[in-house]
């Protein structure tokens, strides 16, 4: 598989019901996270935390990608988080914008650089997002 292709299986899932989403991630993954919040780094480990917190909180926890551009085994993606919360299972709301450069190595995301902002409901927020294909 390309890069491209790895990146985009994995944001063809959905974080709070799929198992196995840790396997996406090298064993020396480190991502690097600028949100609205600050800067956060985390390795395998806070990843994994993070993903069981995605579950304890989330129904469904979703991607809608509008880019998703490769330069060799480096891959920058932008998208949209949209979720259904444990407190309001019947509606799904958008959570985050995000922009994210992934570095793939041996098949599975090593290296990542991500910047968020919280989304809000205005139409020009919420971009219409293509079917990204591979």
């Known amino acids: 598989m ?7 299986a994995f944001y063809d899932l ?3 019901k799929d198992e196995g989403v840790v396997n996406y991630f090298h064993k020396d993954c480190e991502l690097k996270w600028h949100s609205s919040k600050g800067y956060t780094k985390l390795d395998l480990h806070g990843l994994q935390d993070m993903l069981e917190g995605v579950k304890a909180s989330f129904h469904s926890f979703k991607y809608r990608l509008s880019h998703l551009l490769e330069d060799g085994n480096t891959v920058t993606a932008r998208y949209t988080i949209y979720v259904t919360s444990i407190e309001r299972p019947k509606k799904e709301d958008a959570l985050a914008h995000f922009i994210s450069i992934w570095e793939v190595k041996d098949g599975k995301l090593y290296k990542g650089y991500e910047m968020s902002q919280l989304a809000d409901d205005t139409p020009e927020s919420l971009n219409s997002y293509a079917e990204i294909k591979v």
């Open 2 to 8: 390309s890069a491209k292709q790895i990146v985009k």
């Open 14 to 16: 959905d974080l709070a």
